[in-house]
């Protein structure tokens, strides 16, 4: 048996997932931004940020600008999530 013969437990149902912050680039050559606005659909009231910025990793590639980080810190720090997708 291996793991694709094994049912998941507990079984998935419905969207379970928190709120997140979800971070992207605009210009990300890795990820299209597409799929960025789909996870963030996904798990309800998630916020999407984003940079206008041609790379992978915008929060630790060296783009980040206070706009970011400031809403990133207050998120992992406090849990607060902005009132609506923020472009930065």
């Given at each position: 048996?291996h793991r694709?013969?094994?049912?998941?437990?507990p079984p998935l149902?419905g969207?379970?997932?928190?709120?997140?912050?979800?971070?992207?680039?605009?210009?990300?050559?890795?990820?299209?931004?597409a799929?960025?606005?789909a996870?963030?659909?996904?798990?309800?009231g998630?916020?999407l940020?984003?940079?206008?910025e041609q790379?992978?990793?915008p929060?630790?590639?060296?783009?980040a600008?206070?706009?970011?980080t400031?809403?990133v810190?207050?998120?992992?720090?406090?849990?607060?999530?902005?009132e609506?997708n923020?472009?930065?």
């Amino acid at each position: 048996m291996h793991r694709g013969d094994e049912p998941t437990w507990p079984p998935l149902a419905g969207n379970r997932a928190p709120a997140a912050l979800v971070v992207a680039a605009l210009r990300d050559a890795s990820v299209p931004p597409a799929n960025a606005v789909a996870t963030t659909r996904a798990i309800t009231g998630s916020r999407l940020v984003t940079v206008d910025e041609q790379t992978h990793v915008p929060l630790f590639g060296g783009q980040a600008n206070a706009c970011l980080t400031g809403t990133v810190t207050a998120y992992l720090v406090h849990g607060h999530l902005p009132e609506r997708n923020t472009a930065c």
